[in-house]
């Protein structure tokens, strides 16, 4: 582990914190899952409480199934309208009022989906991607981890298929932080 014997006490003493780097570092030398030494999935307290944790099991499917015709009982919104909850859920988001995106997000998710069957327009998929992004920040602040790893690859196909070039390099920047987030990448 490449970090001072003192620095590790201050950790340790909780006079510092634990960053991502560090806990990839402390798990990889003691070989566990850098999950393990975060605790995460991270929940409240009481974890009755955490309702947030609630939502997970609604956005793994809608995740899932982003590239497949979904069975919905209606028609999806129209692309403008889910752009507008996008744009509402990214505020949230950086409001760390994770529940409303948590209730939200499969959704909007769903309803791209058909959007992005039926059509295939490369506005769909630059919103699916968006709305991707809003769901694998949410999954790794809750600490689900192999979530955010399926939907970051799924949002990199999905930046392939919109009309805007950048959305492919976000989607790796996005990796990379996971991956340093996991130990699964070091720098050097």
Known sequence: MNHSRSLIALVEKGHRIATSAFIAAASSALIIDPAETSGQPYRGDPATADKVHAT???????????????????????????????????????????????????????????????????????????????????????????????????????????????LPRLAKLSRALLMMTIGAWTSG
Do not use: F
Not at 66 to 93: F, K, M, N, V, W
Not at 97 to 111: D, P, Q
């Open 56 to 166: 997970i099991p609604d956005l793994r499917p809608a995740l899932a199934c982003t590239d497949l015709p979904p069975g919905l009982d209606g028609p999806p919104r129209a692309l403008h309208e889910l752009a507008a909850e996008i744009e509402r859920l990214r505020r949230y988001s950086l409001n760390a009022k994770y529940l409303r995106v948590g209730t939200r997000i499969s959704a909007v998710l769903t309803e791209l989906a058909a959007h992005v069957h039926d059509t295939g327009s490369p506005r769909a998929w630059r919103l699916i991607d968006s709305a991707q992004a809003l769901a694998v920040a949410l999954a790794r602040r809750l600490g689900y981890n192999d979530l955010a790893a399926g939907a970051i690859r799924d949002a990199a196909d999905a930046a392939e298929n919109s009309d805007d070039p950048r």
